[in-house]
């Protein structure tokens, strides 16, 4: 299984978090950063906005997304990152 990322990110207007796109071999995946995640991976930059603290920290949630995706937890296209994954 080869996981795959575009490099497209976006805020998502919703949640104020993050989206950015993977692919599981052909398989879309909207990867939805909680905006809890953002702060909580690099505490020093919680004061930045969302899309510069995605953008200093974007290998670590695409590291993140991969172990997730491998491990099966998206579910219908989506896959949620919390503060729970960043921690762990």
Not at 14 to 19: K, Q, R
Not at 68 to 74: M, R, S, W
Not at 75 to 88: K, N, P, R, T
Request: aromatic share 10%; net charge negative.
């Amino acid at each position: 299984m080869a996981v795959t990322f575009s490099g497209l990110a976006a805020i998502n207007t919703e949640t104020l978090g993050i989206n950015f796109e993977a692919y599981r071999d052909e398989d879309r995946i909207v990867c939805v950063v909680s905006t809890g995640a953002l702060q909580d991976i690099q505490p020093s930059n919680a004061s930045d906005t969302a899309e510069e603290q995605f953008l200093a920290n974007r290998f670590a949630f695409q590291a993140i997304a991969e172990k997730l995706i491998k491990a099966g937890k998206d579910v219908e296209g989506f896959l949620y990152i919390g503060s729970q994954h960043v921690a762990a």
